[in-house]
């Protein structure tokens, strides 16, 4: 799985969006990848079915284009158990979602080593039962990748800047998320690849809320099926801000930073707050490749949160939050 | 070439990454927990302080002083024996098996916004203590009760402790009638402290918040005695005799406006037992006016006729179904019947009740109630009073909560409505209820002066920093006016010079940035034979009108049955063994008290001997509804223009 997928799925809000852009990130990555090899490698390498997310396990990029190396489109669907991320029982809901991505991207060479890859991305989510969590989002991702040789074994490093302008249905989640970090990641056997990644994420939106900020440790590893598709894991580890919703309780109270009514649960009268907290994400998924050019990946995540704050009085129940998210997605490559 | 190509695409993502790092700035409806309320300038906020705090010369409050709290305590606790949370819980019995003590944890939706987990208890000897942990979680902006702050009080969170009160009802250091003490303890070391902050509006000194309501009065200090310190006023009417006596009350627990929990062991049903007892033994606290056969009546002791009857006693035993409190729970009672047969049923249910009651019925004394609003009648003579307080001044109601709670509420319209039924205009030209907040000129009360320089004063005013002063009329009505003129005329303290005898009329208007206030007119009357000439009074002048004949000190006499609270005469008041000029001093002192500086027309000095809510009525020389000048009332310009000069010794 990408590392640009996985932060741009959490780094608004741990939460949202809920598709994942595993598989076209993927793509985009294997196609970048694809195209440093061939920076490093002037002729098509071998290795380059053994890259992580090599070719075994995705459609292969379109022809060159003038301005652009790729264009993914997918589809999804996707189930959350808890989409408030709720700590108790009684503020929990669930909710499911249709999502469309785009992402274009172009490849710059800088050197015999080294490139500039650029990305654009295009999300957009439709909620079924709470339409403030629903959003359009945009943004770039900016990736400078360095490979010392084509050698099989040979690491890919990258420093990367990602940014999102976001805009949802509920007003309150409005504006925009930054993550800067590096990567990286190498082919442990033909089969196997393996990678990580370390970020910091920042969100600005309208509410304080919002505002976020965390740091992220990511471990992916991928086991190539060969034709019958590739399975994927990884763990992720982020220390910083989460948002969850609730009532306005004594617990939720002391935990939070700062709370807004939230106007994505209008019926509930529920607040959203932001506290401080240790996060896993974990996810395992299998894309099956349905083509040249088109996969079907399925995924089930799940997020551990809980609170770094102490309080100084009991509390009934646990103070983590776990959520749970199914997706399953189409995807294209032009 | 080969190179400017990428760096232009790294430069455009950049300048893209950027701008999609911006936006934010958070949204009106964040709220940041631990956050301090807001202060609004301009806006009232003379909440939980005395209608009269004693201005000093140099603008302080002497009420609202370390040095206040301090005379307090060393009235009270001479030894410092209660100066800890510790020592106080011990002296008062706490977890010591003996008597009764219970607990009870609810929220204080009405007055402070409190979770409140409190502790009472009953001695064997009757003495009662009362020990509160008030929990509030700070959420910044709006000042509020909120259900957290009631669970915070359940699970006694620490970081929402923010006051510690206790309050007993015993004897003073020499004994004698128990009486109510105030204390308030760091919530974290449990040393007792001079100045509370009870409602996020800054430090109030003890036991000033508490009082304020409670039926306590307000009196200056005295001078320094010989220690140098200045001790608490000594209340004559106080039955104890003692210092800090300052008959404060223990008010009722309306339980109909507390909030509880669902949480098992915390709902009204089983707190109510243990607020029941509670509410007895408040009963047993109040001085009973006439025997009475039930038994709840038992262990109260007689009242005298100087002081409070033990109004509030009413309320407890309607509450619980009437003499005998043969009910298990509280339930509001209905509107008096006084007030019912007056027809002014909603005035009473949506003012009176919830937003006057909880501290007017502990005030009051047997020889002048009215203040107790018990019945309309008691009511609506206050109109003037309550349309300066409630309307212009916005310090009543008292606390901020109960405040903000009687603005948002159907009572605001009803008190507008008797308002303007007593000619008072509540409502401006759109129909809308006039809120405090608004610039309020007040060129002071009308008057006699001589001929020359006088200065005059716009600082009663309120929420307003910019005066403009004019003569509107001569004398015999002249226009364009003649015989005197302004100096300084837009300034708080103009000169007035005349040079011809006769009425004037001039005009006060105040501003503040956004707005101006109605033009208020003052009449000063020029007589340059006046005598004594105003900058010239001093105290001696006025303790000669005091003690002119039997007026005043035939009732001010702490010899006299009628226990008044203040003494006209010339006593030993400090207690050395002779009358000497040092008693003059605490006379000037306790004189002084009665002038209220912020708004001089309220001085109970002017108010009180020109029959306003006074036992002895309208005193001779104090007829304000004759023009200043007039015999009928040449005391009245006496004091008036003594207290316009600063009240000199």
């Known amino acids: ?334 | 070439m080969a190179l400017a190509r990428p760096i232009g695409w790294i430069f455009a993502a950049a300048a893209a990454l950027v701008l999609a790092a911006c936006g934010g700035g958070g949204s009106p409806g964040d709220v940041h927990p631990g956050t301090e309320i807001t202060i609004v300038p301009g806006q009232p906020n003379e909440f939980l302080l005395f209608p009269n705090p004693q201005v000093q010369p140099d603008g302080s409050l002497q009420t609202n002083t370390d040095a206040y709290a301090q005379a307090y305590y060393a009235a009270i606790d001479p030894h410092n024996t209660k100066d800890t949370v510790a020592k106080w819980r011990a002296a008062n019995g706490f977890d010591t098996g003996t008597g009764t003590q219970v607990t009870v944890v609810f929220g204080d939706a009405r007055d402070l916004g409190f979770g409140r987990r409190m502790t009472a208890r009953q001695n064997p000897d009757g003495t009662l203590a009362f020990y509160v942990e008030n929990y509030l979680v700070k959420t910044g902006g709006a000042y509020a009760f909120s259900p957290v702050n009631l669970e915070a009080a359940i699970v006694r969170d620490p970081n929402a402790l923010v006051y510690v009160a206790g309050i007993e009802f015993s004897p003073g250091p020499a004994g004698g009638v128990s009486f109510a003490k105030y204390f308030n303890f760091d919530v974290v070391t449990g040393v007792r402290e001079n100045m509370a902050d009870i409602d996020g509006r800054g430090d109030k000194a003890m036991p000033g918040p508490c009082i304020a309501c409670h039926g306590g009065r307000a009196d200056a200090l005295t001078p320094p005695d010989a220690s140098g310190n200045p001790r608490f006023n000594l209340l004559l009417n106080a039955v104890s005799g003692a210092r800090g006596d300052v008959l404060g009350q223990l008010p009722p627990f309306e339980v109909s406006t507390f909030q509880f929990s669902e949480t098992p062991g915390f709902t009204r049903a089983e707190q109510e037992p243990m607020l029941k007892t509670m509410n007895m033994w408040v009963l047993c606290s109040y001085p009973l006016p006439a025997p009475s056969p039930s038994p709840e009546d038992a262990c109260r002791r007689p009242a005298s006729s100087g002081e409070w009857q033990g109004t509030a006693a009413a309320l407890i035993k309607a509450a619980y179904g009437g003499d005998g409190l043969p009910d298990p729970t509280y339930v509001e009672p209905s509107t008096p019947a006084s007030w019912a047969a007056a027809g002014q049923t909603s005035l009473y249910e949506t003012v009176v009740a919830p937003a006057c009651r909880v501290c007017h019925q502990l005030r009051g004394t047997g020889r002048q109630s009215d203040i107790d609003f018990t019945t309309y009648e008691k009511f609506q003579p206050y109109a003037e009073r309550i349309f300066a307080t409630v309307i212009d001044r916005g310090n009543m109601p008292l606390a901020q909560l109960l405040y903000d709670t009687f603005h948002a509420s159907a009572g605001e319209a009803a008190l507008a409505d008797f308002l303007v039924d007593q000619g008072l205009p509540a409502r401006d030209a759109g129909g809308a209820v006039l809120q405090p907040g608004r610039p309020i000129a007040d060129p002071g009360p009308d008057r006699v002066v001589r001929q020359g320089a006088t200065r005059l004063s716009a600082t009663n005013s309120l929420f307003a920093d910019t005066y403009a002063w004019s003569i509107v009329s001569g004398p015999n009505g002249t226009v364009p006016p003649s015989g005197a003129s302004l100096t300084d005329a837009n300034t708080a303290q103009p000169t007035f010079n005349a040079t011809t005898d006769g009425t004037y009329v001039l005009s006060l208007v105040a501003s503040n940035a956004s707005a101006r206030s109605a033009p208020q007119s003052l009449t000063l009357v020029v007589q340059n034979a006046l005598t004594p000439a105003p900058d010239a009074i001093r105290f001696a002048d006025i303790k000669a009108a005091l003690q002119d004949g039997t007026e005043c000190q035939g009732c001010h006499n702490r010899v006299t049955p009628l226990k008044a609270p203040i003494d006209f005469t010339s006593y030993d008041r400090n207690g050395d063994g002779g009358v000497t000029p040092t008693d003059d001093a605490w006379f000037y002192a306790e004189v002084r008290s009665r002038i209220n500086f912020a708004e001089i027309a309220a001085s109970p000095l002017l108010q009180k001997p020109s029959g306003q809510h006074h036992f002895g009525g309208l005193g001779p020389g104090f007829d304000t509804s004759l023009a200043p000048g007039q015999p009928g009332r040449a005391k009245y310009d006496l004091f008036l223009n003594w207290i316009l000069n600063g009240a000199p010794q």
């Open chain 1, 1 to 334: 799985m990408s590392f640009c997928a996985i932060v741009s799925r959490l780094s608004q809000s741990h939460r949202q969006p809920l598709f994942p852009r595993t598989r076209p990130a993927r793509w985009a990555v294997a196609a970048l990848v694809a195209a440093l090899l061939d920076l490093a490698t002037p002729t098509a390498s071998t290795a380059q079915s053994v890259l992580p997310n090599g070719p075994a396990s995705a459609p292969q990029p379109a022809p060159t284009r003038p301005l652009l190396d790729s264009v993914q489109i997918d589809l999804g669907y996707a189930y959350d158990d808890n989409v408030t991320l709720g700590r108790a029982h009684d503020e929990i809901l669930w909710d499911q979602s249709l999502a469309l991505d785009a992402s274009a991207s172009r490849a710059l060479r800088i050197g015999d080593h080294a490139r500039l890859v650029v990305t654009g991305l295009l999300s957009g989510e439709k909620f079924s039962r709470y339409d403030g969590l629903s959003n359009l989002s945009g943004g770039l991702n900016a990736e400078l990748q360095y490979r010392q040789s084509g050698a099989f074994d040979a690491i890919t490093f990258a420093a990367f800047a990602r940014g999102w302008l976001d805009n949802y249905a509920s007003h309150l989640r409005d504006g925009s998320h930054f993550s800067i970090g590096v990567n990286a990641r190498g082919a442990l056997t033909d089969r196997i690849g393996l990678s990580g990644e370390l970020a910091w994420n920042r969100r600005h939106a309208q509410s304080e809320v919002w505002d976020l900020t965390d740091y992220s440790a990511l471990l992916n590893l991928d086991y190539s099926l060969g034709r019958s598709g590739t399975l994927y894991l990884n763990g992720e580890y982020r220390r910083g801000d989460v948002v969850s919703d609730g009532h306005a309780t004594l617990v939720n109270v002391s935990l939070a930073k700062v709370f807004v009514l939230d106007d994505a649960f209008p019926d509930e009268q529920w607040f959203a707050y932001r506290s401080e907290a240790r996060t896993w994400i974990s996810t395992v998924g299998y894309n099956l490749p349905l083509g040249e050019r088109t996969s079907l990946d399925i995924s089930w995540r799940r997020v551990q949160s809980t609170p770094t704050a102490h309080l100084d009085f009991d509390v009934q129940g646990s103070l983590r939050y776990v959520d749970n998210q199914y997706s399953i997605v189409l995807l294209k490559l032009f």
